[in-house]
């Protein structure tokens, strides 16, 4: 199959993601597709170790530093991770570079041969993670480093037999946000544990590590217990810190990405690789692995005058991290400019009310491509709170009219989902003429011109 032919085939399957599990909801969930789809292909996840990571927010940063260092120790590095930013290919990397087009074709279409001989029906998931599986036995990876999809215990990435599991975060996405929402979640992710082995936690909460307790992981290595970050604080391009972990200790460690969260993500990466060595890292090689990090969508500064900047918070938890950040380490001359858009399911006014978005001169709502929250209702929770709002519904056209009302020392937030930041960084190679057009026709401040719905 081409790529596009791969992709369409996969779009035909049932996608939970597309109808949004519920924590605690496991009357019909089990492993037994994904079980059968990779027995059919050889079990191909059996031949590598591996690192599998949980958490509402911060996987996906995580993630990336484990495969950096990973990479550093000059291992062959898998990464499986979603969802992504601009192609499907993104979430299956090799040390660093996504599948081939060629190879991912070839391996959705090696399993459209054979699905229907199977006596399950696998989901759009179970068959991406097969895929990545596959090629990660194909390249040769010693390790792979993989990300779930949705909450854990049943997830299709729940079949590795992980030598460390990583949990980053608990939050209420994929719950219903009442009663016991909170040990209904933390039963799922829970379920990744492998008895026996170790467990790095980035969050200190008695609900969450009972859980993860009860499934006997072997150390169990808590951030602010067993892992600590002695010291951060904000340099040029990042931030530097001190870490202690029950194997090491690290000091001066500077890492080029913005926001405290991240010091927070480096300490757990770090324990999660040397549980995984049973050793300490090398000062001079974890430096060296840090040195180029880049975490695409995750606070990333692509423009300058103005500082335009891409995060992916999609929950509340993700939005106040980005307000936090922005407070403490951009400081703007200028109007500060949100361009927001999000999926459903989620509450406009906490959302909004997490961002600040009150102290933002001007939000632009967005809908982004994957079920999308109308901007209607986004807009008029902001103007119920007060903010002065705009609607532009394509997030690409919502980025060049923020860019059209702003001048060189204003500051532009495009957020609220992965999917909004993941259309305007695929855009911003062209945008570049559409923005100095669109500056050249309306040089007008923040909120000059009317609403598109008036």
Not at 321 to 350: C, F, N, Q
């Amino acid at each position: 199959m081409k790529l596009a032919e791969a992709e369409a085939w996969l779009a035909s399957r049932i996608d939970h993601a597309a109808t949004g599990a519920v924590a605690g909801d496991t009357a019909e969930l089990n492993l037994d597709s994904i079980t059968e789809l990779l027995a059919a292909v050889g079990d191909p996840h059996g031949a590598y170790r591996s690192i599998h990571l949980t958490g509402t927010n911060g996987k996906g940063s995580t993630g990336r530093m484990i495969t950096g260092l990973l990479d550093g120790l000059g291992l062959s590095v898998g990464t499986y991770s979603s969802p992504h930013l601009e192609s499907i290919t993104e979430r299956i990397q090799h040390n660093g570079r996504a599948i081939p087009d060629d190879d991912f074709g070839r391996l959705v279409g090696l399993l459209a041969a054979i699905v229907d001989r199977l006596g399950e029906r696998p989901t759009h998931f179970d068959l991406l993670t097969a895929v990545a599986f596959m090629w990660f036995a194909e390249v040769g990876v010693e390790v792979a480093v993989v990300e779930v999809g949705m909450l854990g215990r049943f997830d299709s990435t729940n079949v590795l037999d992980a030598d460390v599991t990583v949990f980053t975060s608990l939050g209420k996405d994929h719950t219903d946000g009442v009663g016991d929402w909170r040990q209904r979640i933390a039963w799922e992710k829970a379920g990744i544990v492998m008895a026996g082995r170790p467990a790095i936690v980035g969050v200190d909460d008695d609900v969450f590590l009972d859980a993860i307790r009860a499934e006997g992981p072997e150390p169990l290595v808590v951030r602010d217990h067993e892992l600590l970050v002695e010291d951060q604080r904000v340099a040029l391009g990042g931030r530097v810190l001190d870490v202690t972990t029950p194997w090491g200790s690290h000091d001066d460690v500077f890492v080029p990405v913005h926001g405290a969260h991240q010091s927070d993500n480096l300490a757990v990466a770090i324990a999660a690789v040397e549980a995984f060595l049973d050793a300490p890292l090398d000062d001079d090689l974890l430096r060296a692995s840090l040195a180029d990090l880049s975490i695409p969508g995750r606070f990333e500064v692509v423009g300058r005058e103005p500082t335009i900047v891409l995060d992916g918070a999609h929950n509340p938890a993700g939005a106040r991290t980005v307000r936090h950040t922005l407070d403490h380490e951009m400081r703007t001359l200028g109007s500060e400019v949100l361009v927001l858009g999000a999926t459903t399911g989620k509450d406009p006014i906490e959302m909004l009310t997490a961002f600040g978005a009150d102290r933002f001169d001007a939000v632009i709502v967005c809908e982004p491509g994957f079920r999308p929250m109308p901007a209607d209702e986004l807009a008029a929770a902001a103007s119920s709170m007060g903010v002065q709002v705009e609607i532009v519904r394509d997030p690409v056209d919502a980025l060049v009219r923020a860019r059209a009302v702003t001048s060189e020392q204003d500051l532009i937030v495009v957020s609220g989902s992965l999917y909004v930041v993941g259309e305007v960084r695929a855009a911003l190679v062209d945008l570049a003429e559409r923005l100095e057009r669109a500056a050249a026709v309306d040089g007008g401040g923040p909120g000059h011109g009317e609403p598109e719905d008036g």
